[in-house]
């Protein structure tokens, strides 16, 4: 009985592990986004006017979706 529990506290360890790891992954990619979407934003490369600069980075970011579009893949990938 205990090297079940052993061996399910070993997967369940291993499991969050993993987790932890995707985790960081996620904020790199989320980071990369945020960045680059910045910088197209700050160097007008929307052609976005200063006082549309927020609709360009909503555009950038997204409707709140969890599905990456193909540019924001693109970007993260780069």
Known sequence: MSSVIDKQT???I???NKADQDILKL????NKILNKST?????GSFG???SNSHAALSGVLGNGSTH???????????
Request: hydrophobic share 40%; net charge negative; glycine share 0%.
């Open 10 to 12: 070993r997967d369940l």
């Open 14 to 16: 291993n499991r969050l």
């Open 27 to 30: 904020k790199a990619s989320i």
């Open 39 to 43: 910088s197209l934003v700050a160097t």
């Open 48 to 50: 976005a006017e200063p």
């Open 68 to 78: 990456l579009s193909e540019n924001e893949a693109n970007i993260v990938d780069n």
